[in-house]
């Protein structure tokens, strides 16, 4: 008898047991993060990439600021991108792809190569016309191709115009706000010129190949600054950044 009402008190505590919720142990999500990103119009390409390297950060999420060369760097910046150097900048800096500088055309210009004493008379306005071009470079810029040289420029003291700083803007050139409205106003001018970031290149313009050039003038570095050295999942964003522009 005494058995028996045992066998059912350990019964019943069997069943009780098994009625009671079970305590998991988890891991509190991470805590939001959202990290302040400028770039210049230059970099814009870069959108792309910053996204699908925040893609792999859980509670990651980035604030894109597209901003002129010279406002570059403020209080608010987690990361700051530009194209070539900056003089006296502060704080964490490494190089994070490189990029060339290309000089561009309308398609219909027959032009097959110029010189650098080429793209300085065509920008600096002493070459006003196709086909007063004599330069070696440019000698199928003939009669056959003759209208007023249109050359597109931009604003002292961006990223674009420093790196380019071996190509002059006459009086006659024409301001532009970043490389989209170079590429679509060459694209559209029959007779324009300007220069372009590589990465911004596409069917729409013809990249003319300088020669003789030394390569420094053509090709620079795009750098990240910071206010300080990155650490953890801000280091890790950073070198997948680096890594998928290898």
Known sequence: MWSFQIKLVVLAALILSACQPQIVSLTPPPTP???QVETTPALRWLGPVFQGCTAGLA???LVISERGTAQLGGPQADFSFQWGDRAGAMGFAVVIARDALAIVVNPANPAASLTPDDVRAL?????SNWNLSTGAGCASCGLDFSGSVLAYIYAPGEDVRAVAGWIPGGPAAVLAPGPAEVRAAVAKERYSVGYLPARWLDASVKAVP????EQAMLSQAVLAFAPREPQGAQRAWLACVQNALK
């Open 33 to 35: 993060q959202t990290w």
């Open 59 to 61: 509670g990651a999420n």
């Open 123 to 127: 920008f600096s306005g002493k070459i």
């Open 210 to 213: 300088v020669v003789p050039v």
